[in-house]
């Protein structure tokens, strides 16, 4: 004989009913956070910098090259994108920060500096780059031809030239010429403004680069509060005058530890300190991040 079951409705406590309600408003939260933060930086799960409303400079340890990424909560410039070695490595790091790149400045056409450009652009979306167009040299060319392709918009650095996104601005300081015979010489120097803080970029300009800089820059426009030391710290960039009159109070050199070409050289490294300088060293201390808020600079700890 077949038994006839009830079934029996449990009659959840208004504790856990609370509870259950609770975390669903949470859960209802966190997906409109992300889609929101999607909405409006292109990737779904929060940074810190979108979060506090600030930004940071993160110099990025990449080996023997240059990669520094500048961003607040929706917007983000990469400044160089290191080597073919380190390539995979550094959009891996972008991927998780930024959901794209607002602007790509590649300052000069070396492996160290320009080895990362074309997996970042397979991989996440780049809205501009900005090269040195260089009289004997393709690349500037080649750019060109990837432009289609990856849906960018390639523009020539000139000095006096000015970009923006969002509270990001980078003011083109340089090269002040093309008839350089050192490509070094050519680089891209930018000054990058964001939360009330300067960033001095100068890619591998030497010194006859940065005469020229000197001659024809605005003071106001060199005098920096964050100085990336030229060409990793070598004793072919940095001289006295220059860096006086950067006078920054923070310096970073980006460079590979045990590099074979010695950077930083010891002359570069003692003017930083004499100076009063807080320097940082991605050889010594990989990714250097510096938090941004009100004008005011700290070094991440985590």
């Known amino acids: 004989m077949a038994k006839n079951y009830r079934k029996i409705h449990r009659k959840l406590p208004l504790k856990e009913l609370l509870f259950r309600l609770f975390i669903g408003i949470i859960v209802v939260l966190f997906i409109c956070t992300c889609i929101q933060t999607y909405r409006i930086?292109?990737?779904?799960?929060?940074?810190?910098?979108?979060?506090?409303?600030?930004?940071?400079?993160?110099?990025?340890?990449?080996?023997?090259?240059?990669?520094?990424?500048?961003?607040?909560?929706?917007?983000?410039?990469?400044?160089?994108?290191?080597?073919?070695?380190?390539?995979?490595?550094?959009?891996?790091?972008?991927?998780?920060?930024?959901?794209?790149?607002?602007?790509?400045?590649?300052?000069?056409?070396?492996?160290?500096?320009?080895?990362?450009?074309?997996?970042?652009?397979?991989?996440?979306?780049?809205n501009h780059i900005i090269a040195p167009e260089i009289p004997n040299d393709n690349y500037y060319a080649y750019l060109n031809t990837l432009a289609s392709t990856y849906k960018f918009t390639l523009h020539k650095a000139t000095p006096g030239d000015i970009y923006t996104a969002g509270d990001i601005t980078v003011h083109i300081l340089a090269p002040i010429r093309t008839n350089y015979e050192n490509v070094n010489d050519a680089s891209i120097a930018a000054r990058i403004e964001t939360g009330g803080v300067s960033l001095l970029c100068t890619g591998d300009a030497e010194q006859i680069a940065e005469a020229d800089i000197l001659a024809a820059a605005d003071p106001a426009l060199l005098d920096c509060d964050i100085y990336q030391t030229g060409h990793h710290g070598s004793s072919t960039s940095t001289s006295m005058e220059f860096y006086y009159a950067v006078s920054p109070d923070i310096c970073v050199i980006s460079c590979g530890k045990g590099n074979t070409y010695g950077h930083p050289h010891s002359t570069v490294v003692s003017l930083i300190e004499l100076s009063g300088a807080e320097l940082y060293r991605t050889d010594l201390q990989g990714t250097i991040i510096l938090d941004i808020q009100e004008g005011q600079t700290t070094r991440r700890s985590w």
Request: glycine share 10%; hydrophobic share 40%; charged share 20%.
């Open 41 to 126: 930086s292109g990737k779904f799960l929060p940074t810190r910098e979108l979060l506090t409303d600030t930004a940071s400079i993160r110099f990025i340890d990449v080996g023997q090259g240059d990669a520094t990424l500048i961003m607040t909560g929706t917007h983000s410039v990469l400044v160089d994108t290191g080597t073919n070695f380190s390539a995979n490595a550094l959009v891996t790091y972008l991927q998780t920060y930024v959901g794209k790149i607002d602007y790509m400045i590649l300052t000069h056409p070396h492996d160290d500096h320009t080895g990362g450009a074309e997996e970042i652009l397979k991989a996440m979306k780049v």
